[in-house]
């Protein structure tokens, strides 16, 4: 239907809004404020500074050792990365549902997972990204689940706790989305965005 159809941040803000409205209090104590700009809404963490309040952090430098992909793929259940999932949730200071929604869009629990651009393991790291990051091994669990999470973090901290920019970042580049402030109007940043506040969602309900 057209009413639900809209583009770019809009539909993604409107999205989070709603997990907002309808999911439990987070567990791990963080909470959300209403920003209106220009007549848009906008939901950033709270205690959190807003873009204005706060530049981006630096990514570390480093070398990385790249390893190679296991031969045979064991696809985990997320009840099994519970333990590295609260662990990151806990060193980061993010909601394990967000964490667990990036794990479940990004391979579907699959730690040998390897996009055909080269991503690897449960969170999708990139090797320079890994690299900046200094990931011994992407294929590790919890080297991987770490290193997404803290890069994760880093994303909404470039972009005021901004959920869908962030994400976007994540999945397209900060540089790209720096440019454009915006969810880029690309079909698979786009569809990133959106399946991971759906899946953050759903977490969020299970709890």
Partial sequence: MQATRTTGAQ?????????????????????????????????YFANRPTPQEKSAAPLP?????????????????????????????????????????????????D???????????????MPQTAADLQVQDPYDLQDNVMAGTRYLRLMLEKFGFQLPLALAAYNAGPNRVAKSQKVLAIPETQAFVRDVCDSYLTYERQR
């Fill in 61 to 109: 430098t480093g070398r990385i050792r790249i390893t190679q992909a296991p031969i045979r793929a064991a696809r985990l259940t997320p009840k099994a990365l519970e333990p590295i999932i609260q662990a990151a949730s806990r060193q980061h200071n993010l909601p394990p549902a967000l964490i667990k929604a990036v794990i479940r869009v990004e391979s579907n629990f």
């Fill in 11 to 43: 539909l993604f803000l409107l999205l989070l809004g709603l997990a907002l409205l309808t999911a439990p209090t987070p567990g791990w104590g963080e909470t959300y404020r209403r920003v209106v700009k220009n007549g848009v809404i906008y939901y």
């Fill in 111 to 125: 730690p040998t997972a390897t996009s055909p651009k080269g991503a690897q393991g449960l969170m999708q790291l």
